[in-house]
């Protein structure tokens, strides 16, 4: 991994503006990526999946929803895979469906070999941190180190709950992701160790 790619390690977002050099690291794509993005049924879904594989590779995290895209990453894209790109209106419509957003994420998590982190490697992080943190006090150093980490390691990055969201409101509101993707991601960090949900309140019960 370059020095140089940890500035996009933990983006929340596409970059507003993208260079060549960025295009050409980022978003485009081998030929295993290209059948993968081409055996989806209409243009939007290939864009879209596109757009969801170039970002995971780019940020080490998942790409929650699709407010801009550059004029130069759109018209790239559309090259790419050999099409003519859509309006973006229409892909934003095509994630108004939750399930279609969840398996273009779980899709390029699967084409690029990210996976969620397991309770082995939670404590393999706790561990490299501690001793990381022997040598260096500064947490914004630490924070890029724990990002290459996940990164190197092919690990989702959840930045979320690192910068202190609890509640599943608070983690509702900040993704602007449909209730029930949401739900279904947040039990598979809890069942995978990463995250401990308890409840807040009792009547009625919230977390």
């Not at 790619?5 to 993208?18: A, M, N, S």
């Not at 630490?142 to 996940?150: G, I, M, N, P, Q």
């Not at 991601?185 to 009792?202: P, S």
């Amino acid at each position: 991994m370059q020095s140089w790619h940890t500035t996009y390690l933990g983006l929340r977002e596409l970059p507003r503006e993208i260079s060549t050099f960025e295009l050409q690291s980022f978003f485009t794509y081998s030929r295993t990526e290209r059948e993968l993005i081409n055996a989806r049924r209409s243009n939007a879904h290939k864009l879209g999946l596109a757009l969801h594989i170039g970002f995971l590779r780019l940020s080490g995290r998942l790409l929650n929803s699709v407010r801009i895209v550059p004029t130069t990453l759109w018209r790239h894209l559309g090259d790419e895979i050999g099409i003519t790109a859509v309006e973006l209106a229409s892909l934003r419509a095509l994630y108004v469906r939750g399930r279609t957003l969840f398996d273009h994420q779980q899709l390029a998590c699967d084409v690029l070999g990210f996976h969620w982190m397991t309770e082995h490697q939670r404590r393999a992080l706790v561990r490299t941190l501690r001793d990381e943190v022997a040598r260096c006090a500064d947490r914004d150093q630490l924070l890029v180190f724990a990002r290459r980490w996940l990164y190197q390691s092919k690990i989702l990055i959840l930045r979320d709950s690192f910068r202190g969201l609890r509640r599943f409101d608070e983690f509702r509101r900040d993704l602007a992701i449909p209730r029930a993707v949401l739900a279904d991601r947040l039990r598979r960090l809890v069942d995978h160790g990463v995250l401990v949900k308890r409840a807040y309140q009792e009547r009625p019960v919230r977390y």
